[in-house]
């Protein structure tokens, strides 16, 4: 029978001309009657074909469905006397052809099935909707395809050219993009450590080569931009300067993103070699008597990377052979024992002073540089400790664990050594 002509001649709810009834019950006993036309139901539905067959005595076919299904099942009764082209453009959400989609599973309704993968694959769908879509349409077989299509695992290649994109993009400055603000930029380096960091199945991608150089280029890139904003902090006049902090803090925060994925490619001695060459080029701009009163928050921010490069030398992490490791605490011990009482005075002297370390950002920086000093030579540890002793600020790092352990490691080493020229034993440390 033609398609057409079916629903041109039959009408749903036509008791006239309606030779088979269906019961519609959900859980709830909400039953409606529906008037309908067996020459319509068997050409739509191989369900309904296969129950006008075995009906003798009665014209009724009775479906029992949930209660949230039942307007699901009345749409999709109506939608059967539409001609094929018309059902496609009847859809109005994901809602409602996700709900019809399975109640046409359920009745075999192959051409409603069709018309409802083909709304879902074209039209945007929530993470929730999604699960349920794949849920219903699992166990369909080829016709699935077109939304399968849309959540297959991404060929690893195409996922990694999309990555290199983006840290590409994550790594720039955006003065360099005109069309482009901060915001999409900011967008992009988080997308870039999801992908890197919170999403473990993409493992693989961390170890990739030509990823790791990108990550590597970009990095250096990174360094670039700031000293060369680093250097116009310096030159410009008062009125221009503010502006230029800006761009020294959003490279800070550039660095500060990255080390974020640094370690999961194994990659963050290049961080930490890197910040320890412009170590003095950063304090030499920073604690310039020109910026006594200022640039409060690139100070408190510089204090913050710090404290990931001194946890990472301190316990471990990366390995940097001792004399990096004093050069490093007798570059930034200074800057930190200085800056931390600053910070508490402006605190104390304006209400809401923003700039502030925190308790937890102080005891990382603290407990780290301990482990440090722990893990230098003995020599080297007693010069750090007597500097810190006769220094104005001896609260803040409070290093009185180092200085304890120094002092029994001090009184071991001596007794050892005694002990070995006695001859009552071996030395265990042959000078």
Known sequence: ??????????????????????????????????YCHSSVLSEKSKFFAAQLTSLYSTNCIELNCSESDYDYHVRLLRLLYLPTDIVLDSWDSVRTALGVLRAAISLQCDEIVQSCIQYLEA???????????????????????????????????????????A?????????????????????????????LVEDEETALITTDGEVKSQVKMGLSRMFSLLTQELDSLLSESNLLSQEVEKRVL???????????????????????????????????????????????????????????????VGYGTVILPAPTRVQLLKTWLPYIRKTKPLLDSKGNEETGFPYKMDEALCQNIEGAIISLILALPSNDQADILADWMQGEQVRYPDLSEAFEVWCYRTKSSKRRLVVGLDGVGNATVSL
Request: glycine share 2%; proline share 4%; with cysteine.
């Open 167 to 195: 840290i590409r993009f994550a790594t720039s400055s955006t003065e360099s993009h005109p069309p482009f603000s901060d915001d999409l930029k900011i967008s992009a380096q988080e997308q870039v450590e999801y992908m």
């Open 1 to 34: 029978m033609d398609k057409s002509r079916v629903s041109k001649t039959c009408i749903l709810g036509d008791r006239s001309t309606s030779d088979v009834i269906v019961h519609l019950r959900n859980r709830d006993s909400r039953l409606e009657w529906f």
């Open 123 to 165: 039209i945007p769908w929530e993470d929730k909707e999604e699960e349920e879509i794949l849920n219903a349409v699992s166990k369909l077989g080829p016709i699935a395809m077109p939304i399968l299509a849309r959540i297959q695992p991404v060929d690893l290649n195409a996922t990694k050219n999309v990555l290199l994109s």
């Open 250 to 312: 959003r490279r800070l925060l550039d660095l500060e993103w990255i080390c974020n994925i640094l370690p999961k490619m194994e990659l963050m001695k290049d961080f930490v070699s890197s910040w320890f060459d412009i170590s003095n080029a950063l304090l030499g701009v920073v604690e310039n008597n020109k910026f006594d009163t200022t640039i409060w928050d690139v100070k408190v921010k510089l204090l913050e990377i710090t404290a990931k490069i001194l946890d990472v």
